[in-house]
């Protein structure tokens, strides 16, 4: 599976984006998918995660509430709505693939995922 994510940009604070990731290979829908960043200094940490159908998500506390994550098999692309942007959200966001369909105990964990996207930059203004 290789992953692409876009969307980044640079935002005022209590402004909005939408980052997709755009997945290749056939077995995506069957996969569970997930969206971390990492801000400079500090390591990579979850944001949010959806199992194969999208019957279930979870989330980091700080984005419940702001951030909402989606997918479109069909597609084969999975989306991070992100409102309320405040500036510590500044950072790079990556998405991510677990090969299960649902979500492991773990499913917070960089560990548990097999294959990552490129990233792509968000940068929230003050």
């Known amino acids: 599976v290789q992953l692409q994510a876009s969307g980044g940009g640079l935002v005022q604070a209590g402004g909005y984006l939408r980052l997709s990731c755009a997945a290749s290979?056939?077995?995506?829908?069957?996969?569970?998918m997930g969206w971390f960043r990492q801000a400079p200094g500090k390591e990579r940490e979850f944001v949010a995660a959806?199992?194969?159908?999208?019957?279930?998500?979870g989330y980091a506390d700080s984005m419940k509430g702001r951030f909402t994550i989606s997918r479109d098999n069909a597609k084969n692309t999975v989306y991070l709505q992100m409102n309320s942007l405040k500036p510590e959200d500044t950072a790079v966001y990556y998405c991510?693939?677990?090969?299960?369909?649902?979500?492991?105990?773990?499913?917070?964990?960089?560990?548990?995922?097999?294959?990552w996207g490129q990233g792509t930059q968000v940068t929230v203004s003050s």
């Open positions: 991510a693939a677990d090969q299960t369909s649902i979500f492991r105990s773990n499913y917070f964990s960089v560990r548990t995922y097999d294959y």
């Open positions: 290979g056939r077995t995506f829908s069957s996969y569970v």
């Open positions: 959806i199992t194969w159908n999208g019957e279930s998500t």
